[in-house]
C-alpha cells in the first residue's frame, strides 16, 4: 500500500494586541493674525481762509510798488486752471499785466513762448465724406484724409505766448498770455532765448511753496474780484 502523505504544520506565531491609550485631543494653537503697521496719517487738512491771511501778512511786509503788484497778482491766482471763455475777468487780466509791464519795474521779466502753428485742413467733398464715414468725424484725424486737392491753411505762431514772470520776494507767479492780445510788448524787452514748450501752467509761490487759492477759499466771487484788479488800474504805481 502506498504510504499517505505526511503533512507538517507550521506553529502561527502569537498575536499580540497592544492597547492604545485614548489620550485627550489638543486643541489646534490659535492663529496668530498679523498686525498690519499702520498708515502714517497726512497733514491735517489746511484751512484756507487762515492761510490766504497769511498771505495777506506777507504782502503787507512788502514796500510799495511792490506791495500792490503782490497784491494783485494774488487774485490772478484765482483764475489759475480757468480758460477764457468761463470767466468775463481775463480782459482785466490782460490790462493788470500790461499796466505792470509799462510800469517799467524790475520785478517783471518777460519771455516769448513758441508752442507752434495752427494748421487748418479743408478736404474735398469726396475725401470729407470718406472722413466721415470712416472715423464718425473726428478732427484729430482729419489730415490723415488729406489729398493733393484739399487745401492746408497755417496760421503762424497762432498758439504763442507770452509769459509774465514776476519775482517780488518772498513771492514768485507766473501768468501767460496770447501773443495776437499783447501787441504792446517790446520785442526788444523779450528774455533771450525764445522758449519752445507746451507745458504752461500758471501759479504762484511763496517760498518755494504752491499758492493755493481759489474764489471759494476766500469767499469772494468774480465781481469783488473785478473791483479790485479795477482799483489797481485806477491806482498810479511809481
Same mark, same amino acid.
Given at each position: 500500500?502506498?504510504?499517505?502523505?505526511?503533512?507538517?504544520?507550521?506553529?502561527?506565531?502569537?498575536?499580540?494586541?497592544?492597547?492604545?491609550?485614548?489620550?485627550?485631543?489638543?486643541?489646534?494653537?490659535?492663529?496668530?493674525?498679523?498686525?498690519?503697521?499702520?498708515?502714517?496719517?497726512?497733514?491735517?487738512?489746511?484751512?484756507?481762509?487762515?492761510?490766504?491771511?497769511?498771505?495777506?501778512?506777507?504782502?503787507?511786509?512788502?514796500?510799495?510798488?511792490?506791495? &500792490?503788484?503782490?497784491?494783485?497778482? =494774488? +487774485?490772478?491766482?484765482? /483764475?489759475?486752471? *480757468?480758460?477764457?471763455?468761463?470767466?468775463?475777468?481775463? $480782459?482785466?487780466?490782460?490790462?493788470?499785466?500790461?499796466?505792470?509791464?509799462?510800469?517799467?519795474?524790475?520785478?517783471?521779466?518777460?519771455?516769448?513762448?513758441?508752442?507752434?502753428?495752427?494748421?487748418?485742413?479743408?478736404?474735398?467733398?469726396?475725401?470729407?465724406?470718406?472722413?466721415?464715414?470712416?472715423?464718425?468725424?473726428?478732427?484729430?484725424?482729419?489730415?490723415?484724409?488729406?489729398?493733393?486737392?484739399?487745401?492746408?491753411?497755417? &496760421?503762424?505762431?497762432?498758439?504763442? =505766448? +507770452?509769459?509774465?514772470? /514776476?519775482?517780488? *520776494?518772498?513771492?514768485?507767479?507766473?501768468?501767460?498770455? $496770447?501773443?495776437?492780445?499783447?501787441?504792446?510788448?517790446?520785442?526788444?524787452?523779450?528774455?533771450?532765448?525764445?522758449?519752445?514748450?507746451?507745458?504752461?501752467?500758471?501759479?504762484?509761490?511763496?517760498?518755494?511753496?504752491?499758492?493755493?487759492?481759489?474764489?471759494?477759499?476766500?469767499?469772494?466771487?468774480?465781481?469783488?474780484?473785478?473791483?479790485?484788479?479795477?482799483?489797481?488800474?485806477?491806482?498810479?504805481?511809481?
Amino acid at each position: 500500500m502506498p504510504k499517505a502523505p505526511v503533512i507538517i504544520r507550521k506553529k502561527k506565531d502569537p498575536v499580540i494586541v497592544v492597547q492604545k491609550e485614548n489620550k485627550p485631543l489638543k486643541p489646534p494653537p490659535p492663529k496668530t493674525i498679523p498686525v498690519k503697521p499702520e498708515k502714517p496719517k497726512g497733514p491735517p487738512p489746511v484751512d484756507k481762509d487762515s492761510q490766504y491771511q497769511e498771505y495777506l501778512k506777507e504782502i503787507e511786509t512788502i514796500h510799495s510798488p511792490n506791495r &500792490e503788484i503782490a497784491s494783485v497778482c =494774488l +487774485y490772478l491766482c484765482t /483764475l489759475i486752471n *480757468e480758460n477764457r471763455t468761463t470767466t468775463n475777468l481775463f $480782459p482785466l487780466k490782460d490790462e493788470v499785466l500790461k499796466r505792470i509791464y509799462e510800469s517799467g519795474h524790475e520785478c517783471l521779466m518777460v519771455s516769448y513762448i513758441k508752442r507752434g502753428d495752427r494748421v487748418t485742413h479743408r478736404l474735398t467733398q469726396e475725401a470729407r465724406e470718406k472722413w466721415e464715414s470712416e472715423t464718425g468725424g473726428k478732427k484729430g484725424l482729419m489730415h490723415m484724409y488729406r489729398t493733393p486737392e484739399c487745401f492746408v491753411q497755417s &496760421e503762424r505762431g497762432y498758439y504763442d =505766448l +507770452y509769459q509774465f514772470h /514776476l519775482v517780488i *520776494e518772498p513771492f514768485r507767479f507766473m501768468f501767460y498770455m $496770447p501773443v495776437e492780445t499783447a501787441p504792446w510788448v517790446d520785442e526788444e524787452r523779450l528774455l533771450k532765448p525764445r522758449l519752445y514748450t507746451n507745458v504752461t501752467p500758471e501759479h504762484g509761490l511763496l517760498r518755494g511753496k504752491t499758492i493755493k487759492i481759489s474764489r471759494k477759499s476766500i469767499n469772494t466771487n468774480d465781481e469783488q474780484i473785478g473791483e479790485e484788479l479795477k482799483r489797481f488800474l485806477d491806482a498810479r504805481i511809481t
